[in-house]
């Protein structure tokens, strides 16, 4: 079956430690994006990436870090740097950056203790 | 900027009612509109997406329309059931190129 997978599902996180996020999908899309989502808010944008070895920061991107080696996988990296880490992180992919239907995995959540 | 809000923000139903969820956006000139579903602790799932050409769209028992002219969408369950709860989260492309604009959500419950 053709879709988006996270992992982990969950993950505790020490402040000041690095965190990875897994994002990996087999759409064959080459658009991927991360977003964060919390409590009463909509979903905010991290990073999109259009191709391979190329990304672009969204409207939230300080203290998180993304990298694009491959066409079907788009990690996240948040950092130490990031203020307040505990939320839900959504990955998405669609057919061509920003044109078309947005496909979701079922998310990560990140808490920091 | 483009702004997206749903309201109300919470909703509660007896089963088999048909029911209508808003979304509203400042600009009228959009892409796109999508509707989503979320489980509690779960991703989203796309349930259905309006073109800018389009006026809506039906999958089963869900019709979403689409008027620009007055910055609005609406998303129609007929017959609910139970396991329609969840929350309903529609997102405006604003332009060609552009970043999808989500608002904070509907969360239905649908009482048996």
């Known amino acids: 079956d053709g879709g988006i997978t996270q992992s982990p599902k969950y993950l505790f996180r020490k402040e000041g430690q690095n965190v990875t996020l897994s994002c990996e999908q087999n759409?064959?899309?080459?658009?991927m994006y991360w977003y964060r989502q919390d409590p009463g808010q909509g979903l905010r944008l991290i990073y999109y990436?259009?191709?391979?070895?190329?990304?672009q920061k969204g409207d939230i991107a300080e203290g998180y870090s993304v990298s694009r080696e491959k066409k079907e996988s788009f990690p996240l990296t948040v950092t130490s740097a990031q203020k307040n880490p505990t939320a839900f992180y959504l990955c998405?992919?669609?057919?061509?950056?920003?044109?078309?239907?947005?496909?979701f995995g079922e998310g990560s959540r990140l808490t920091v203790l | 900027k483009q702004e997206v809000t749903q309201i109300p923000a919470a909703l509660s139903v007896p089963e088999g009612e048909n029911l209508v969820l808003n979304c509203s956006f400042t600009?009228?000139?959009?892409?796109?509109l999508q509707w989503f579903r979320q489980d509690p602790g779960k991703g989203l799932t796309s349930l259905l997406l309006?073109?800018?050409?389009?006026r809506e769209q039906t999958s089963g028992r869900l019709n979403a329309s689409l008027d620009k002219s007055s910055g609005r969408s609406t998303l129609y369950i007929a017959a609910s059931q139970p396991g329609d709860s969840a929350t309903y989260l529609c997102?405006?492309?604003?332009?060609?190129?552009?970043?999808?604009?989500f608002g904070p959500g509907t969360r239905l419950s649908v009482l048996p």
């Open positions: 600009d009228s000139a959009i892409y796109n």
């Open positions: 309006i073109q800018s050409s389009q």
């Open positions: 990436s259009q191709i391979v070895n190329d990304f």
């Open positions: 998405a992919s669609s057919i061509q950056e920003n044109t078309g239907e947005l496909f």
């Open positions: 759409l064959n899309h080459d658009a």
């Open positions: 997102a405006v492309q604003p332009n060609y190129g552009q970043n999808f604009v």
